[in-house]
């Protein structure tokens, strides 16, 4: 049984949706990650400790809530951006 390719013109617009998803992800994370630089800086000010697991946790479980069927995805994209977001808060 041989699986045909999708035309060239099918295959483009799916990477080009692809493509613009990843442009909203950019700036999305570039946003929370200013906010994250921010919320370290008041943090050391008031001398409160970076991680907050019950925080990151519920981040988390938030995320999943409304993941659909990528939730183990979406968990594992999320505890990235938790380690990433610790990172630029120190």
């Known amino acids: 049984m041989s699986t045909k390719l999708p035309e ?5 617009n799916i990477r080009y949706e692809i493509d613009m ?3 909203l992800i950019t700036e999305l994370l570039k946003k929370r990650f200013d906010s994250v630089k921010k919320l370290g ?3 050391r000010q008031n001398g409160i400790k970076i991680t907050d ?3 990151e946790k519920d981040v988390i479980k938030n995320a999943i ?26």
């Open 8 to 12: 060239n013109k099918l295959l483009n």
């Open 21 to 23: 998803t990843d442009n």
């Open 41 to 43: 800086k008041l943090k």
């Open 53 to 55: 697991k019950k925080r």
């Open 65 to 90: 809530k409304n993941a659909g069927s990528y939730k183990k995805e979406i968990e594992e994209v999320f505890k990235k951006v938790i380690t990433l977001s610790r990172r630029i808060q120190r």
